[in-house]
C-alpha cells in the first residue's frame, strides 16, 4: 500500500473551516504580530530604556520621600522641640538640630504634670474600653453574621447608618445620656464608665467583625452543630480562634481610639484626679514652657507608636483578611 502524506491546510482553508477566525488570520497573513495588551502608568518596554529607568525611580524616590516627611516631620519637630530651650524655640528662623541636648525635660514633664497619674488613668480607660469591646461587638457580629436572627438586616443597617453622623451632632445627647442614665438614673460622670459604654457601641467595629466571620466556613459551623455544640461554644472553640487577624485590629483600634480622644473625656471627666493624658496635658498647659510641654507630648505619644510599631502586621492582616472568600 503506497505511504500516503497529508499536506497541512493552508491558512485560507483553516480560517474557512472555522479552525481559525477571520480576523486572526488576516492579521498572519499581513506580517503583523499580537503584542500582549499592557495596562499601567509604566510600560515594560518604557524600564528597558535608561532614560525610563532613571525618570521612574527619580519620580518614585521624590514622591514617597515627600510624604514620608509630611507625615514624620511633625514628630520630628516634637521630639527635638523638647531638647531645646525656650529661647531657642521662639528664635526665628526656627532651628532644626537642637544646639543643646537636655533629657533632663523629660523627668521635669512628669514631675510636673504627673505624668504617671494620668498615664494611668488612660491605661485604665484604654483597657476596659477594649474588654468591653471584644465581649459586646464580637457577640453581636457573631449574632449577624452566624445566628442570623430575624430583624438582623436591619439591625445591621441601623448600625452601619451612625457612621454617617458627625460626632459632633451627637455629642450632646451623649452628654446628657452619661449626665443621667437612662432608666437607671445613675450619673456616669467622672466614673470609666462614661468612657467605656460610648467606645463599645461602635458600629464599624461590628461590621468589621462581621465581615470576616461571613468568610469563615459554613461546613464548620455546621458540623460543630451536628456534634452537638452550643452557639456559645462555637463561637470560643471554633470562631475566635480562627479570627485571631481581625481582633488585634478591633483591639487595637479600640485602644488608640480611647488613648487619643479628647473631647469627650474633657466633658465626662472634669474632675483633675480622674482626667486622661490628652486632657491632663491640656489642662495644665498654659503653665509650662513650651519645652516642657513638648516633652509631655512625647511621652504620651510612646504608648501608641510602639502598639504600632509591634502590631503593625496585625493591622494589615486583619485589614485585608475576609475581603475575599476561600
Same mark, same amino acid.
Given at each position: 500500500?503506497?505511504?500516503?502524506?497529508?499536506? *497541512?491546510?493552508?491558512?485560507?482553508?483553516?480560517?474557512?473551516?472555522? =479552525?481559525?477566525? *477571520?480576523?486572526?488570520?488576516?492579521?498572519?497573513?499581513?506580517?503583523? #504580530?499580537?503584542?500582549?495588551?499592557?495596562?499601567?502608568?509604566? $510600560?515594560?518596554?518604557?524600564? #528597558?530604556?535608561?532614560?525610563?529607568? /532613571?525618570?521612574?525611580?527619580?519620580?518614585?524616590?521624590?514622591?514617597? @520621600?515627600?510624604?514620608? !516627611? !509630611?507625615? /514624620?516631620?511633625?514628630?520630628?519637630?516634637?521630639?527635638?522641640?523638647?531638647?531645646?530651650?525656650?529661647?531657642?524655640?521662639? %528664635?526665628?528662623?526656627? #532651628?532644626?538640630?537642637?544646639?543643646?541636648? &537636655?533629657?533632663?525635660?523629660?523627668?521635669?514633664?512628669?514631675?510636673?504634670? &504627673?505624668?504617671?497619674?494620668?498615664?494611668?488613668? @488612660?491605661?485604665?480607660?484604654?483597657?476596659?474600653?477594649?474588654?468591653?469591646?471584644?465581649?459586646?461587638?464580637?457577640?453581636?457580629?457573631?449574632?449577624?453574621?452566624?445566628?442570623?436572627?430575624?430583624?438582623?438586616?436591619?439591625?445591621?443597617?441601623?448600625?452601619?447608618?451612625?457612621?454617617?453622623?458627625?460626632?459632633?451632632?451627637? +455629642?450632646?445627647?451623649?452628654?446628657?445620656?452619661?449626665?443621667?442614665?437612662?432608666?437607671?438614673?445613675?450619673?456616669?460622670?467622672? @466614673?470609666?464608665? !462614661?468612657?467605656? =459604654?460610648?467606645?463599645?457601641?461602635?458600629?464599624?467595629?461590628?461590621?468589621?467583625?462581621?465581615?470576616?466571620?461571613? $468568610?469563615?466556613?459554613?461546613?464548620?459551623?455546621?458540623?460543630?452543630?451536628?456534634?452537638?455544640? $452550643?452557639?456559645?461554644?462555637?463561637?470560643?472553640?471554633?470562631?475566635?480562634?480562627?479570627?485571631?487577624?481581625?481582633?488585634? /485590629?478591633?483591639?487595637?483600634?479600640?485602644?488608640?481610639?480611647?488613648?487619643?480622644?479628647?473631647?469627650?473625656?474633657?466633658? /465626662?471627666?472634669?474632675?483633675?484626679?480622674?482626667?486622661?493624658? $490628652?486632657?491632663?496635658?491640656?489642662?495644665?498647659?498654659?503653665?509650662?514652657? %513650651?519645652?516642657?510641654?513638648?516633652?509631655?507630648?512625647?511621652? !504620651?505619644?510612646?504608648? #501608641?507608636?510602639?502598639?504600632?510599631?509591634?502590631? %503593625?502586621?496585625?493591622?494589615?492582616?486583619?485589614? @485585608?483578611?475576609?475581603? +475575599?472568600?476561600?
Amino acid at each position: 500500500m503506497p505511504n500516503v502524506t497529508v499536506e *497541512p491546510s493552508p491558512p485560507a482553508t483553516r480560517a474557512a473551516r472555522g =479552525l481559525e477566525s *477571520p480576523s486572526r488570520a488576516r492579521k498572519r497573513r499581513s506580517g503583523r #504580530t499580537t503584542t500582549r495588551e499592557f495596562r499601567g502608568v509604566v $510600560s515594560p518596554h518604557t524600564l #528597558t530604556t535608561r532614560r525610563g529607568r /532613571v525618570l521612574y525611580w527619580t519620580v518614585l524616590i521624590l514622591v514617597v @520621600t515627600s510624604f514620608t !516627611a !509630611a507625615f /514624620v516631620f511633625p514628630l520630628y519637630w516634637m521630639i527635638t522641640g523638647a531638647l531645646k530651650s525656650p529661647e531657642e524655640l521662639a %528664635q526665628i528662623p526656627p #532651628t532644626f538640630f537642637p544646639t543643646a541636648f &537636655d533629657f533632663g525635660v523629660y523627668a521635669e514633664a512628669w514631675e510636673l504634670l &504627673d505624668l504617671g497619674l494620668f498615664l494611668r488613668n @488612660t491605661v485604665l480607660y484604654a483597657g476596659g474600653a477594649w474588654l468591653l469591646t471584644l465581649a459586646f461587638d464580637v457577640s453581636a457580629a457573631y449574632a449577624l453574621s452566624k445566628l442570623r436572627p430575624v430583624l438582623g438586616k436591619l439591625v445591621l443597617g441601623l448600625m452601619l447608618a451612625t457612621l454617617m453622623i458627625p460626632p459632633m451632632v451627637i +455629642l450632646l445627647p451623649a452628654y446628657l445620656t452619661a449626665k443621667e442614665l437612662p432608666i437607671l438614673g445613675w450619673d456616669l460622670l467622672n @466614673t470609666p464608665w !462614661a468612657i467605656w =459604654l460610648p467606645a463599645v457601641a461602635n458600629g464599624f467595629f461590628v461590621f468589621l467583625l462581621k465581615r470576616f466571620f461571613d $468568610s469563615i466556613p459554613r461546613e464548620l459551623i455546621e458540623a460543630a452543630q451536628i456534634d452537638g455544640a $452550643s452557639p456559645f461554644r462555637i463561637l470560643w472553640s471554633i470562631v475566635l480562634p480562627v479570627s485571631r487577624p481581625i481582633l488585634g /485590629v478591633v483591639s487595637i483600634l479600640s485602644v488608640i481610639n480611647v488613648w487619643k480622644d479628647f473631647i469627650w473625656p474633657l466633658l /465626662v471627666l472634669p474632675d483633675q484626679e480622674k482626667m486622661s493624658i $490628652s486632657v491632663g496635658i491640656a489642662s495644665l498647659s498654659a503653665q509650662l514652657p %513650651q519645652n516642657v510641654l513638648l516633652a509631655a507630648l512625647v511621652i !504620651a505619644s510612646i504608648p #501608641t507608636i510602639v502598639v504600632f510599631f509591634i502590631f %503593625q502586621r496585625s493591622i494589615m492582616a486583619g485589614l @485585608t483578611a475576609g475581603s +475575599l472568600k476561600g
